[in-house]
């Protein structure tokens, strides 16, 4: 077999694989809506937790409409029932009304990041539960967190809807925090080796499209509204109902039947099913090889992948590149686009942060064909300095906006290209590198690890950072940037490049005697340019 009929059939996609990755991601489909859908309605739901709580909300600017008579104020600014239901009722006279607002600024952070302190706590347990209950067994367990948790939002109205909401943003991000790790790990699992980048991106790809659903539809004309708002919260239960029946007809990861069962004809016949007519004994052979690694050492604990050495480099790798996902700054435009154009001078800030979720998706898309032809490394530093230029941008045209009028769409493109070069390597490339970087004895808990640094560092950006925003003013993104310039030299000189290799291949350059990143893809190619 010449070497084009080689990689074609190395590539075959069969129905059986399109199948199970697309009902795998649908668990990343239902992240990214947990993450955009709290920001459309902000001012809706600050107004009913306002009239819940008898207290004023804050003016953030950050309105859902396009209506200029539907800005909510602070009651005693304007006559009480003077724009269409969204006011809050006078305040207590007995309250502290310079207090009140920061007390409903408390629990709106708390209703966005709560959602993070989920992922946390669950994604300790995603190798235990995938190893406990295989990778398909899981998915569907896990998915009555995700139904739960939006019934607790879809009734918010029923009950205190800020302790409704709260809690069910938690219970939807105990999910997440399982999913986030159970996908990723039975996708690299069941992808042909040629094809795992590209599927890997697809993670990325699926929360950007739940980010932009749950925009359009957070439209006041929509769901956006004070009387919609709960179902809009709730919606994503059904892509978990669906996924709940579409896992039904998945199969189990052979790699898992494999070297964690020991069933070899069950592999076999689960191969058959993902690869079609290809056949399965090349991937049997690479199993066997690397179940021979994993029985040569104990199973790796938590604690083992941080006391043992051989770890470490891989380790730290994996959790800087979460780190610099999270850290990037990327959340806090996903959190707060609204807010933000509205600051930089965007007449309607709604329809500017649905274009952001249009241009998300769609570079989101062709980072899925880039990924597997420029490399991992490569796009993860390019992305990484794109985002860096794009924040100094964005913090020149804030500073300036009040002295020159045409900053804003400075601003605003800013914003564009910071999300366009998050989407070329930052934002999908962490999902499946960690997955890369270890074979199948630690991958579990280094999964975990760096699904808890992950969802840490989403907790930290979603809770602190309308405060930061509040003290630093329009110099906020000066952080970021200066973040960024930090991920960018630790990527350039510790992130190996992982396209094309196997598992055992890229563990391999982790037992080699340490040498700069930059070195050892260099010695990769020399070694192994067909497989690069």
Known sequence: MDKKSKMQAEKHLTGTLVLSVFTAVLGFFQYGYGLGVINAPQKVIEAHYGRVLGIAPLDRHATNTSREDSTITVPGTEPWGSTEGTLVPPADPGKDLTTSPHILTMYWSLSVSVFAVGGMISSFTVGWIGDRLGRVKAMLVVNVLSIAGNLLMGLAKFGPSHMLIIAGRAVTGLYCGLSSGLVPMYVSEISPTALRGALGTLHQLAIVTGILISQVLGLDFLLGNDEMWPLLLGLSGVAALLQF????????????????????????????????????MKEIAEMDKEKQEASSEKKVSIRQLFTSSKYWQAVIVALMVQIAQQFSGINAIFYYSTNIFERAGVDQPIYATIGVGVVNTVFTVISVFLVEKAGRRSLFLAGLMGMLISAVAMTVGLVLLSQFAWMSYVSMVAIFLFVIFFEVGPGPIPWFIVAELFSQGPRPAAIAVAGFCNWACNFIVGMCFQYIADLCGPYVFVIFAALLLVFFLFAYFKVPETKGKSFEEIAAVFRRKKLPAKAMTELEELQGSEEA
């Open 245 to 280: 029946f579409l896992l039904l007809l998945c199969p189990e990861s052979p790699r898992y039947l494999y070297i964690k069962l020991g069933k070899v004809q069950e592999a076999k016949k689960s191969l058959k099913r993902l690869r079609g007519n290809c056949d399965p």
